[in-house]
């Protein structure tokens, strides 16, 4: 079965990028009809949806971080990844790459990443 | 924006039936999944398309969804089911969350 799981820098200073990345097992990131999402939530909080990624490339994004975000797949290596720019201290949370057919399944396991200097 | 309510908490008695809701403007309208988040896992989807069931979820989780209140239902309630419950819908091309209930079973 589809497997995905996060990489990435566990750090990240504030201003700067943060770039993570989800690689995709036991599928094709260009199988049927699916998108591919990240979501993130801070600790003790709730789920914030960051935005999706289709294999041909097309995207849709979260408004609220629209202006920060950008979502890239290369179908070569089956992976997608996220760049978010200029962090601070609110954007520290577990960061959560997942399939997307309308419903989130499955998601991977999570990854950490703390804003701060 | 479209909002999403959840109340923070619910806490039901072992082998009774907990009910989980999620509040928004004309809510019936739109298709509601549901996840459940153990401490330090991944969410796992219980409910998606309002009613419907993922193989492999047990028959005690049910949902629904009217008006302007989706909930979700677990009868006879384990404590295994002790977790965060989130409810999602999509809405203008945009992914909502509820802010998540933590079900305490007793």
């Known amino acids: 079965q589809v497997q995905l799981q996060e ?3 566990g750090l990240v200073k504030p201003s700067q990028t943060l770039s993570l990345t989800c690689t995709v097992s036991g599928g094709s990131i260009t199988t049927s009809n699916y998108y591919w999402s990240w979501i993130r939530q801070p600790a003790g909080k709730g789920l914030e949806w960051i935005g999706r990624i289709f294999s041909s490339g097309s995207t849709d994004y979260n408004p609220s971080l629209k202006s920060r975000v950008t979502l890239s797949v290369d179908t070569s290596k089956n992976q997608f990844s996220l760049k ?7 954007d520290t949370a577990v960061y959560f790459c997942a399939r997307d057919t309308g419903t989130f399944d499955p998601w991977g396991q999570g990854t950490l990443v703390t804003v701060s200097s | 924006s479209y909002e999403l309510t959840q109340p923070p908490s619910v806490s039901v008695s072992a082998g009774q039936t907990a009910s989980i809701t999620c509040s928004g403007d004309r809510l019936g309208d739109k298709y509601v999944c549901w996840y459940q988040q153990k401490p330090g896992e991944s969410p796992v989807v219980v409910i998606h398309q309002d009613t419907k069931r993922p193989s492999g979820i047990p028959e005690r989780f049910s949902g ?4 302007n209140t989706a909930t979700l239902t677990i009868s006879g309630t384990q404590a295994m089911d002790e977790a965060d419950y989130h409810c999602q819908v999509w809405d203008s091309s945009t992914v909502v969350f509820g802010g998540g209930t933590k079900l305490t079973v007793l």
């Open chain 1, 84 to 90: 978010l720019s200029s962090v601070t201290a609110t």
């Open chain 2, 64 to 67: 629904s969804n009217s008006g």
């Open chain 1, 7 to 9: 990489s990435g820098p």
